[in-house]
């Protein structure tokens, strides 16, 4: 076998590995639920960073059981860094009655799981899903950030069997009207 023909086969194999990465995404995105939540928009504090948004999630924790409260670290009614009481449960994202939402994990897979997180004093609509997700925008896109006092960020999210929400389209809210953003 020559050179060329491994670089070939090489590339192929990675071609194909990627292309079905991207085939699964796109069935996900047509085939699993799809809802829309609240966001929150942060900047990562990354050394690269492109035309993206990081978001966190905002989850349905009304059905889970309370949990005692504890400390923790994290942004107060404020929005400053300080301790607050929180709730928390290992939970799967789940789509449910038009939101997200999330069931208990299973003790027995812990990978499947992520940490919903209630601060005190907030209602069971407004808990954080941890970890961020990234919605990628075109260049010549305008976003609308930072947003005016009153407005919210929605995210139309695709709920997969396994894995994070992942992002499809991003709206804004004034609590009267929602504009879907043309990001693309």
Known sequence: MTQKTKGLLVLAVQMALVLSVAAKYAWER??????W?????????QPLRGRYLALNLRADACGLPQNSFKQDFGWNAVHKWANIRVQSWSVVPIAKNGKLSAVLADPQNPAEASTLTLPKGLPCEAALLSGQTEFF???HATTPFPLLQGQELWAEVTVPPSGPPR?????VSDGKEFHVLNLH
């Not at 939540?37 to 504090?45: K, S």
């Open 30 to 35: 047509h085939t699993c639920p799809r809802v």
């Open 137 to 139: 925008i075109a260049e």
């Open 37 to 45: 939540t609240r966001a929150v928009q942060f900047d990562p504090a």
């Open 167 to 171: 992002p499809v389209q991003l709206a």
